[in-house]
């Protein structure tokens, strides 16, 4: 009991001392939580007693409800059951009872707890909780209790059982979008001593492991970065006066442009928003003949490796050469693409490198 109060107070105070650094290093983060969250989880479980462990295996359910108030710290109530055996081995037999678990539960995100500034596609919960075991329906065992040689059933139950219940386990859950996550779950259930109506002297292990959904409400939308207008072309320079008879020969400036095509994470689509900027560049070259353009791809360094980097720009670069030449008509001859992957940053923003730059200028 001693150590689970302490293991309790750890979570917790390591929760409330990673709180403020996520208000100051994470705005995406900050995006996302709070939020609550409803699952939905199957699977089995087992209690621990003198009798073969794997003829003792039930198959449960669990539904929960709960909400993460940080990127590290949350809770959540559990209910969970409702099938339980267990087995005597002077008869060689099983038997079965019914039973429901409810728990309140600390949650604590290890994966933000120890790499704040990164977004996590998989996450590991360390769980925490207590509450209340309710059995019933314990008319197997009272059966077989009187031709039983076992000598610890005499507090054996009747009816049904209230006792306690103290948890710790462990989650990890795989974010499948912003609003829903798979999740395996595996926890260590202590129960009163007579929760399967034998005595042992000590408290009763139960172990579950569950397989489940989560659907997440209230989370924002992620931030989304500035976008940069794009640079007007240069202006001519203004004729001077020549105080000679004959002027010298004009100098002419050629003229430049360039655009910015911003993408979403893992994408090469262009977006509505974003196309407008390719109908503008492509007919500022059409309005300069002599103009070409190169067209490079880039990604952010965040997210992803560098192998799905250097596809994801290429991919980006070839998008948008595509969409000027098939779409708006400009010569592919006049055009020039390449990729950089990652090992480029055009932009100190980390997701405003999820971009094409295209630059064009006369000949």
Known sequence: MINFKTLMASVL???????????????????????????????????????????????????????????????????????????????????????VTSNIDLMFNLCNAFAPKKHHVLNAY???????????????????????????????????????????????????????????????NNLHDRFNSKLNGKGDWQLQALLGVNFKFGRGRAEKPSEPAPLPPAPAPAPKPEPKPEPKPVVRQLAETRTEVFFTIGSSAVRDTEEGKLRDFAQWMKNH????????????????????????????????????????GIDASRLTSGFKGDTVQPFDDN??????????KEQ
Do not use: C
């Open 13 to 99: 105070l390591a929760g409330m001392a990673t709180q403020a650094t996520f208000a100051q290093e994470s705005g995406e983060k900050k995006a996302d939580y709070p939020y609550v969250f409803v699952g939905v989880q199957g699977g089995g479980q087992v209690t621990f007693t003198n009798y073969d462990a794997k003829k003792l295996i039930t198959p449960i359910g669990a539904v929960s409800v709960g909400g993460m108030f940080t990127p590290v710290v949350g809770a959540r109530l559990h209910v969970s059951g409702i099938n339980e055996k267990g087995g005597l081995k002077s008869l060689g037999k099983t038997y079965d009872y019914k039973f």
């Open 126 to 188: 360390l769980l925490g909780g207590v509450g209340l075991g309710y059995a019933w329906d314990n008319d197997d065992l009272n059966g077989m209790a009187n031709t039983a040689a076992e000598n610890n059933l005499n507090l054996r139950w009747d009816d049904d059982r209230l006792v306690h219940n103290f948890r710790v386990g462990m989650q990890l859950d795989a974010e499948v979008s912003r609003v829903v996550g798979i999740n395996l779950e595996v926890t260590a």
């Open 289 to 328: 003949p002599t103009a070409k353009a190169e067209v490079m791809g880039y990604a952010d360094a965040g997210t992803g490796n560098a192998e799905i980097n250097r596809n994801i720009s290429e991919k980006r670069a070839a998008r948008v050469v595509k969409i000027l030449v098939e779409k708006y």
């Open 351 to 360: 997701d405003s490198n999820r971009v094409v730059i295209g630059v064009a």
